[in-house]
């Protein structure tokens, strides 16, 4: 069984401030996706990193995806209060002989910025 | 934006009672999904269908669960006899390609009592 590790599980910091948080795996995957989720919704979709070593920036969000595809993190400048909420790391599995993935979440980090 | 949908929002349901949790994936997606959440834990997958057929199921998905794609646009989920820990967020997905992106439906909260 494939597990993601994520860290820390809560963070609470204020506006202006910067902060990563991590999602660590002892299995290789063929990509990792992050995602958001606010209380009551749906995880939202934020970026795939697939390629080991990759960067990828959305606005003032930072992924990156370690070189042995085993671990990614995720850094936010000057966060705002409009960041709060959970944020998932997801790495898909394929089943042998399969067509489509499932995905293994982890736990999240519970991200709170303060005005 | 294309989106996936789902309804009802909330479901609450006395145990034993069968509940029907519908979604209409994001219209030229191919696999579909339906993942839980138990409060305050993480999301889980329970099955995949492609093709108009289970790909994979976990272990939580027992005889008591089913799954359809009853027209063109609908994929529902199927609790037949509902027990209290089935209580949870229930989230539908899809794919398109690359496929192992997956866009997420806003969620059923089932309530069983």
């Known amino acids: 069984t494939q597990l993601l590790e994520q860290s820390p599980q809560f963070l609470s910091i204020q506006e202006g401030e910067n902060l990563t948080v991590y999602c660590n795996s002892s299995s290789v995957f063929s990509s990792l996706q992050w995602y958001r989720q606010e209380p009551g919704e749906g995880p939202v979709l934020l970026v795939t990193?697939?390629?080991?070593?990759e960067v990828k920036k959305l606005k003032r969000l930072t992924f990156q995806f370690g070189d042995a595809r085993k671990d990614s993190s995720l850094h936010i400048t000057a966060a705002q209060p409009g960041d709060t909420g959970l944020y998932l790391c997801a790495g898909p599995t394929l089943r042998f002989g399969g067509s489509n993935y499932k995905l293994t979440f982890g736990k999240g980090t519970l991200l709170t910025v303060n005005p | 934006e294309p989106e996936v949908t789902q309804t009802p929002s909330h479901q609450v349901t006395q145990m034993g009672q069968e509940v029907i949790l519908r979604c209409v994936p994001i219209s030229n997606h191919l696999y579909f999904y339906w993942y839980r959440q138990i409060l305050g834990q993480k999301v889980e997958f329970l099955v995949s269908f492609y093709n108009n057929e289970i790909s994979e199921k976990s272990e939580i998905f027992d005889d008591q669960f089913s799954v359809e794609r009853p027209d063109g646009s609908n994929f529902t989920l199927k609790i037949r006899s509902t027990k209290l820990e089935d209580s949870a967020m229930y989230f539908c997905a899809s794919t398109g390609f690359p496929v192992a992106e997956q866009y997420f439906g806003p969620g059923t909260r089932l309530t069983v009592t």
């Open positions: 990193v697939v390629t080991g070593g």
